[in-house]
């Protein structure tokens, strides 16, 4: 019972946080005009900020990802590829050469992937 009231409360807490985010204006004048307390405000926030990294924390927890590193006998010295990366991520010891073109569902899976990868 006691953990089914916590996620109204939280579903209802993470509600007012994303009402809020979405009006577009400061957490002090949102809660002015709707009647919030400002400091009851940054406790829901901190509380759902806490349960979002325990549910990660959880998850990564049963993630566990092989990664071999593939090391490919490519010569860069010749112009051979049309590819120009537009955008690239470092991730620890990992780089993702990326174009305007990628999907943002490939992109999320690669992202994903590479914060996995330990």
């Known amino acids: 019972m006691d953990k089914i ?26 809660c002015l005009e709707n009647n919030v307390n400002e400091k ?5 926030k901190c509380s759902a900020r806490e349960e979002l990294y325990n549910i990660i924390e959880k998850t990564e927890s049963k993630i566990q990802t092989d990664f071999m590193q593939l090391l490919l006998n490519v010569d860069f010295s010749k112009n051979n590829s049309s590819f120009m990366a537009e955008m690239v991520v470092h991730i620890d010891n990992n780089v993702l050469e990326l174009c305007n073109t990628v999907s943002e569902e490939l992109l999320s899976k690669v992202l994903k992937m590479m914060f996995n990868v330990k």
């Open 40 to 44: 009851q405000f940054y406790y829901w």
């Open 5 to 30: 009231i916590h996620e109204i409360r939280l579903k209802q807490c993470t509600s007012i946080i994303r009402e809020c985010r979405d009006s577009g204006m400061s957490i002090r004048a949102w």
